[in-house]
């Protein structure tokens, strides 16, 4: 079965940029979603088709995938940025909807 | 703004049924495909079944072919997962989530309702 790895946790400053990376054998191949999840709240998309930003969601908020590895870039990152964040594609060979197992950001 | 509301969870022992359900509005229901994405207590998000926006294909993860049954009732613009045969593994929160695209399975999710929880414990 495909899998997608991510870091369990990852460090910012306030006003830094925060990178989340997710792993994956020829990932850049395939289409990359991103979700953000506040603590007891449901998942929000973030970036879909890889770098695409829905309606509503801040510009801070960007991505980019190529070869191995998808990135999820949050610049100027804010304590209200502070949450789980999960990266998540399809995998057309297996016919499998794929999560990435999610980073926690903490803006110290 | 979309809306999706889930029901139907509860505490229910191992090996028995549970139905849970997904109301949507505030946009063209039949016209877009939904899913089912779980997240057991403490853990990370699983996507556990989908249907397409005419009811006519049905996609499920391994662990629950042959248990889960996805359908939809266009009518009612409401979504069911008929869970049978449960175990304590399928314990946690379940959320439906419509389809990014409308017309097409794309299988990225751009709307999730709040969730229902689900127990299965003896």
């Known amino acids: 079965s495909y899998e997608v790895t991510q870091p369990p946790s990852v460090s910012v400053s306030p006003g830094q940029t925060a990178t989340i990376t997710c792993s994956g054998d020829?990932?850049?191949?395939?289409?990359v979603c991103w979700y953000q999840q506040m603590p007891h709240q449901s998942p929000v998309m973030l970036i879909y088709?890889?770098?695409k930003r829905p309606s509503g969601i801040p510009a801070r908020f960007s991505g980019s995938n190529s070869g191995n590895t998808a990135t999820l870039t949050i610049s100027g990152t804010q304590a209200v940025d502070e949450a789980d964040y999960y990266c998540q594609t399809w995998d057309r060979g297996t016919t499998s909807v794929v999560f990435g197992g999610g980073t926690k950001l903490t803006v110290l | 703004q979309v809306r999706l509301v889930e029901s139907g969870g509860g505490v229910v022992q191992p090996g028995r049924s549970l139905r849970l359900s997904c109301a949507a509005s505030q946009f063209t229901f039949s016209n877009y495909p939904i899913h089912w994405v779980r997240q057991s207590p403490g853990q990370g998000l699983e996507w556990v079944a989908g249907?397409?926006?005419?009811?006519?294909?049905?996609y499920y993860r391994d662990s629950v072919t042959g248990r889960f049954t996805i359908s939809r009732d266009n009518s009612k613009n409401t979504v069911y997962l008929q869970m049978n045969s449960l175990r304590s593994e399928d314990t946690a929160i379940y959320y439906c989530?419509?389809?990014?695209?409308?017309?097409?399975?794309?299988?990225?999710?751009?709307?999730w309702g709040q969730g229902t929880r689900v127990t299965v414990s003896s």
């Open positions: 989530a419509r389809d990014r695209a409308p017309m097409t399975t794309t299988y990225y999710f751009d709307y």
């Open positions: 020829t990932l850049g191949d395939k289409y």
């Open positions: 249907i397409s926006y005419d009811g006519t294909e049905e």
């Open positions: 088709q890889d770098n």
